[in-house]
């Protein structure tokens, strides 16, 4: 039996210890896993999970929340894990990082959104993974908000030749701050871009009572030469409901846009979807209407900021080309080309989240994202040049 096991069984451990899962492999193999994460759903065939034997060995003992509330699982060594605010009125805001699969099916690790919690954990309903990536309970239900993130790094001398962060080398992450008021979690990376070595440094923020968090992205050049890159932080976020954009509609400060377009990004700070509908996709006003946002703060401005149905491209302007897709409306920031000389380091600060909706109109408002981002850059660690 051990013989035969040998060759059907492939043990694929993530050493998170959450149970005991068998997955179908390729060529008829079976695979057994410790977790899930997002795009193992679709080939699991048995789930053991831990923390309901160990809920029931305890007692299953329960304890009272007085006010708002942090709670997160992280995992130091591979970069992966959640943080999920929880309110006094019952509802959720959670953040999965690097629980899922790129679209070449690599593990990230780190401090990038996507995913989905373990499947003892995973309180939606399986078939609309609406509480995956960037979500909201609103006491009833979950609510998408953001999905896997698209971030990369370019050389600047071809631009198209991206480098995901799973091709990036993890030098390791922590939990570098775990109070009521606030949680901080770090992630560190390295990666060559025209033979120059670029050091990524990653620290989210999440404070008690709100609905969004705080990301830096510092890119490093540690290398003996200067080098120049392009950085791309974007997304087809499901705003509402997990696989589709319907409903979808672009929202700025002043007005909701309707059509494929790029923003002043230095004129506009923030930009976001929101589930309300489309009249210029022919869609009624029948939808959820909850409401993302994404601000680029402090002085490393985007270079592009634009609403698309695809990545990598939007109309030119007075083309008036609908934001229609069914399931590609998306929201996309670029930096670049940027040259750093040897030592020199740039710092990206983004607030990435939920907004919140004026009582009056039901439309988004940006909530108040206020931070001080000396704090924040506390935590990212000093650089120095590789020998």
Same mark, same amino acid.
């Given at each position: 039996?051990?013989?035969?096991?040998?060759?059907?069984?492939?043990?694929?451990?993530?050493? #998170?210890?959450?149970?005991?899962?068998?997955?179908?492999?390729?060529?008829?193999?079976? !695979?057994?896993?410790?977790?899930?994460?997002?795009?193992?759903?679709?080939?699991?065939? *048995?789930? *053991? @999970?831990?923390?309901?034997?160990? /809920? +029931?060995?305890?007692?299953?003992? =329960? #304890?009272?929340?007085?006010? /708002?509330?942090?709670?997160?699982?992280?995992?130091?060594?591979?970069?992966?894990?959640?943080?999920?605010?929880?309110?006094?009125?019952? &509802?959720?805001?959670?953040?999965?990082?690097?629980?899922? *699969?790129?679209?070449? $099916?690599?593990? &990230?690790?780190?401090?990038?959104?996507?995913?989905?919690?373990?499947?003892?954990?995973?309180?939606?309903? $399986?078939?609309?993974?609406?509480?995956?990536?960037?979500?909201?309970?609103?006491?009833?239900?979950?609510? #998408?908000?953001?999905?896997?993130?698209?971030?990369?790094?370019?050389?600047?001398?071809?631009? =198209?030749?991206?480098?995901? @962060?799973?091709?990036?080398?993890?030098?390791?992450?922590?939990?570098?701050? /775990?109070?009521?008021?606030?949680?901080?979690?770090?992630?560190?990376?390295?990666?060559?871009?025209?033979?120059?070595? +670029?050091?990524?440094?990653?620290?989210?923020?999440?404070? $008690?009572?709100?609905?969004? +968090?705080?990301?830096?992205?510092?890119?490093? /050049?540690?290398?003996?030469?200067?080098?120049?890159?392009?950085?791309?932080?974007?997304?087809?976020?499901?705003? =509402?409901?997990?696989?589709?954009?319907?409903?979808?509609?672009?929202?700025?400060?002043?007005?909701?846009?309707?059509? !494929?377009?790029?923003?002043?990004?230095?004129?506009?700070?923030?930009?976001?979807?929101?589930?309300?509908?489309?009249?210029?996709?022919?869609?009624?006003?029948?939808?959820?209407?909850?409401?993302?946002?994404?601000?680029?703060?402090?002085?490393?401005?985007? %270079?592009?900021?634009?609403?698309?149905?695809?990545?990598?491209?939007?109309?030119?302007?007075?083309?008036?080309?609908?934001?229609?897709?069914?399931?590609?409306?998306?929201?996309?920031?670029?930096?670049?080309?940027?040259?750093?000389?040897?030592?020199?380091?740039?710092?990206?600060?983004?607030?990435?989240?939920?907004?919140?909706?004026?009582?009056?109109?039901?439309? @988004?408002?940006?909530? %108040?994202?206020?931070?001080? *981002?000396? #704090?924040?850059?506390?935590?990212?660690?000093?650089?120095?040049?590789?020998?």
């Amino acid at each position: 039996m051990l013989a035969v096991c040998a060759n059907v069984v492939r043990f694929r451990p993530y050493w #998170h210890f959450e149970g005991i899962y068998v997955f179908k492999g390729e060529n008829s193999w079976l !695979e057994i896993k410790d977790d899930t994460v997002l795009g193992d759903e679709d080939r699991l065939l *048995l789930a *053991l @999970p831990v923390k309901p034997v160990l /809920n +029931f060995l305890q007692g299953g003992v =329960s #304890h009272a929340a007085f006010g /708002n509330q942090l709670k997160h699982e992280w995992f130091n060594f591979d970069g992966s894990g959640y943080v999920e605010s929880r309110f006094v009125d019952g &509802t959720r805001f959670l953040a999965c990082f690097s629980r899922f *699969l790129d679209s070449g $099916a690599r593990n &990230t690790r780190g401090v990038f959104v996507g995913g989905k919690l373990s499947y003892d954990q995973d309180t939606a309903d $399986a078939s609309t993974l609406n509480d995956t990536g960037v979500s909201f309970y609103d006491g009833t239900k979950w609510h #998408h908000l953001w999905c896997n993130v698209n971030e990369s790094i370019a050389p600047w001398s071809n631009p =198209s030749a991206l480098i995901p @962060p799973s091709s990036w080398h993890f030098l390791g992450s922590s939990v570098a701050k /775990n109070s009521p008021e606030e949680i901080v979690i770090t992630s560190s990376h390295q990666v060559n871009i025209d033979g120059v070595p +670029f050091r990524i440094d990653r620290v989210a923020s999440f404070k $008690a009572g709100t609905r969004y +968090f705080t990301l830096a992205i510092r890119v490093s /050049n540690i290398g003996g030469a200067p080098g120049g890159y392009y950085y791309v932080y974007g997304d087809e976020p499901w705003v =509402s409901n997990y696989g589709t954009s319907e409903g979808n509609v672009g929202w700025v400060r002043d007005r909701l846009v309707a059509y !494929e377009e790029a923003l002043d990004p230095r004129e506009h700070r923030w930009a976001g979807y929101f589930d309300y509908g489309n009249e210029a996709a022919g869609e009624k006003h029948i939808y959820s209407g909850i409401a993302n946002f994404i601000e680029w703060k402090g002085n490393v401005t985007p %270079d592009l900021v634009y609403f698309s149905n695809q990545i990598g491209t939007y109309a030119p302007p007075g083309s008036r080309v609908p934001l229609n897709h069914p399931d590609s409306r998306v929201l996309f920031l670029q930096w670049g080309p940027r040259l750093l000389d040897p030592g020199q380091s740039n710092t990206i600060i983004l607030s990435i989240g939920m907004a919140d909706r004026d009582p009056a109109t039901g439309f @988004p408002v940006k909530p %108040d994202t206020s931070i001080d *981002l000396a #704090h924040l850059e506390t935590f990212l660690p000093k650089i120095s040049p590789l020998p």
